[in-house]
């Protein structure tokens, strides 16, 4: 990996380019998804359902349970073992088609003959516009280290017009200590949890709820949960 820690954040001209050119060579399986830490699903899956349960017993935020959308889902991972469990259906969205190509034909068959996988849509969420009112969660995990902080904020703005009364959008993504680290290899970006809260505050975003992963092996990452409902609700 080379990376390098900064105060600002300047996308090199071919960000999306270089970072869809190195997905494409990442293999399609549970280990190729979590960057060879496969050690790491088991402990992110039970957090992050945790997470969730504790959303849906505020009494503050009613939060439905009809239809989520899985953002960055490569082969369905998050949907598979944890989205699916809580929600009745899922969209996924994912810019490799080879991904999604191996969820729809194995990895998430059985889930997608039972009705709980929706649409799969091979798009970039820096181009990514979900159905007006359609999701009571969209969950983007790992993957909004991609977009710039311009189409970031343009993203969130986009996804506030997809959701469902009460629902929310929740974030999961590694944070830096402050700053910025940009790696060079996969062209992605780790934003210090305070960067992640301007970008929030930016796209009309108020956090309901915050949370931190446990168990992950020492050396990674720290790994924040946000739940996010636009500031005026």
């Keep these: 990996m080379c990376s390098s820690r900064n ?110 996988v929706g649409g799969m849509f091979p798009v970039g969420l820096q181009q990514f516009t979900p159905v007006n009112g359609r999701y009571d969660v969209i969950w983007c995990q790992w993957v909004l280290s991609h977009l710039t902080d311009e189409d970031l904020v343009a993203f969130l703005g986009r996804c506030t017009e997809g959701l469902a009364p009460q629902g929310l959008i929740c974030v999961k993504e590694n944070v830096a200590s402050r700053g910025y680290i940009v790696d060079s290899e996969d062209s992605s970006v780790t934003r210090a949890s305070s960067v992640f809260e301007d970008i929030f505050r930016a796209a009309g975003m108020s956090v309901v709820a915050k949370a931190v992963q446990t168990d992950f092996p020492n050396g990674l990452f720290e790994v924040n949960m946000w739940a996010l409902q636009p500031s005026q609700n």
């Excluded at 959303?55 to 949907?79: E, F, N, P």
């Excluded at 598979?80 to 991904?99: G, I, P």
Aim: hydrophobic share 35%.
């Design 7 to 116: 105060t600002e954040f300047q996308p090199t001209r071919t960000w999306y380019e270089d970072a869809d050119k190195y997905w494409k060579g990442v293999p399609s399986s549970v280990d190729g998804m979590l960057g060879g830490l496969e050690e790491v699903h088991g402990p992110d899956v039970r957090d992050s359902l945790a997470f969730v349960d504790k959303l849906k017993k505020d009494a503050r935020l009613s939060l439905g349970t009809s239809y989520a959308c899985d953002c960055g889902a490569g082969i369905g991972r998050v949907t598979k073992h944890f989205l699916t469990a809580r929600f009745d259906k899922v969209d996924l969205v994912e810019q490799n088609s080879m991904f999604l190509e191996t969820a729809a034909s194995s990895y998430l068959k059985e889930e997608k003959e039972a009705g709980k």
